[in-house]
């Protein structure tokens, strides 16, 4: 527990870049270094954390903290990796109200900015290299990203190929080892999680409705 936060309060000192860098970090110190995932879980770590809602590289800080120590594991990575941001973002602040300090806290924040450029791009051309592995995978990476650069921004338009992806992942890219029964239950469990985070797509909604007919 002690070596989990050390290393993730390590990484939240200098992990700058935004989620996409996080994620070129993580895998580099605790799948290719340390060892405590392997490639698979890692991947398998990455695909939730960039499905569910809210910051990717903190959900997969706690994945990570979860697999090694539990609970307590992912409640420890999130503190440990998170702290260091609060204080240096809340002490730049600070300084930053002062006019003699003004220029030289931009001037940090505009060299953070460029070294987190490159940490992005390395992440980026390691993260695609380790998931786009044959000219399927890189299609569906390609037609991706001209959809959501093309589509307005909206929930249904991020959803929807996300859920094309994953039915076109199940039927083509289905392994052969798996028998019809574990196959049948993991569509049942993907049944059930979809329903789940449909419905709760759909709450929000429901809720302004209710509003508006009330008048309020």
Same mark, same amino acid.
């Given at each position: 527990m002690i070596e989990l936060i050390k290393q993730f309060f390590l990484l939240g000192c200098m992990s700058f870049g935004g989620p996409a860098a996080h994620v070129g970090y993580f895998e580099r110190v605790f799948v290719k270094e340390k060892r405590w995932l392997s490639e698979d879980t890692f991947a398998s770590g990455l695909a939730i954390s960039q499905f569910l809602p809210g910051p990717g590289s903190s959900q997969l800080g706690m994945y990570i903290g979860y697999q090694?120590?539990?609970?307590?594991?992912?409640?420890? $990575?999130?503190?440990?990796?998170?702290?260091?941001?609060? +204080?240096?973002?809340?002490? $730049? $602040?600070?300084? *930053?109200?002062? $006019?003699?300090?003004?220029?030289?806290?931009?001037?940090? +924040?505009?060299?953070?900015k460029l070294l987190a450029v490159v940490v992005v791009i390395d992440a980026t051309v390691s993260i695609g290299r380790k998931f786009i592995g044959s000219l399927a995978t890189g299609a569906m990476a390609v037609a991706t990203t001209l959809w959501l650069l093309l589509t307005p921004s909206g929930v249904l338009y991020q959803v929807l190929p996300i859920l094309i992806a994953g039915i076109v992942g199940a039927i083509g890219f289905a392994k052969p080892q798996l028998n019809q029964t574990s196959v049948n239950i993991a569509w049942r469990r993907s049944a059930v999680i979809l329903s789940l985070f449909l419905l709760l797509l759909?709450?929000?909604?429901?809720? *302004?409705?209710?509003?508006?007919?009330a008048g309020v």
């Open positions: 090694r120590a539990g609970y307590v594991g992912a409640f420890g $990575a999130f503190v440990a990796f998170t702290l260091p941001s609060f +204080i240096l973002l809340t002490a $730049a $602040a600070v300084l *930053n109200s002062g $006019a003699q300090a003004s220029d030289w806290i931009a001037s940090i +924040i505009s060299a953070a759909t709450v929000p909604w429901l809720f *302004n409705q209710t509003l508006w007919v």
